[in-house]
């Protein structure tokens, strides 16, 4: 049942109780207490708008790998993520293993905002060891992640 409920609200997170009810073959009041129960559990983390980069003038992204220097590594790491996650630039930021230490996905105007961005938030900062720049030809949302099985 709350399989049916989260595909459901995955796939339109603006989806009425009446059609989560009929989604998952149950009475509206118990949809409503179960996707309440969803999101007490945490399961659901939040209700969030997808929005258009292109729509709102940012028609380019990028992902942008960085490695930090070594030495002070938590403090580094701590420090880079409070700076960077807020940056109106970040759409979603990544602290990963293997090579780079994260990964930056960012949506901005063009490419020479890109460029300031990487030098003036990045590459400019003496954390930052370096980074490598890809940009996103296209980007297309899963509705649901597959599983790692």
């Known amino acids: 049942m709350d399989e049916k409920l989260l595909a459901r609200l995955t796939a ?3 989806a009425t109780n009446s059609e989560l009810s009929q989604a998952a073959g149950i009475a509206a009041s118990t949809a409503h207490g179960r996707v309440r129960s969803l999101v007490e559990r945490g399961v659901i983390a939040g209700f969030h708008a997808a929005v258009d980069q292109a729509a709102i003038g940012n ?5 942008i790998g960085v490695t930090l220097r070594p030495g ?6 701590s420090q880079f993520t409070r700076g960077v996650r807020g940056l109106p630039q970040v759409v979603q930021l990544f602290f990963i293993g293997g090579t780079d230490d994260f990964l930056v996905h960012v949506a901005v105007p063009d490419s020479s905002e890109l460029r300031r961005f990487v030098v003036d938030h990045l590459s400019g900062k003496r954390s930052v060891a ?8 296209e980007y297309h949302r899963n509705v649901v ?3 790692f099985e």
């Open 12 to 14: 339109d997170g603006r």
């Open 59 to 63: 028609g380019l992204q990028a992902m």
């Open 72 to 77: 002070l590594r938590q403090e580094s790491i």
């Open 130 to 137: 370096s980074t490598r720049t890809s940009v996103i030809f």
């Open 145 to 147: 992640a597959a599983p």
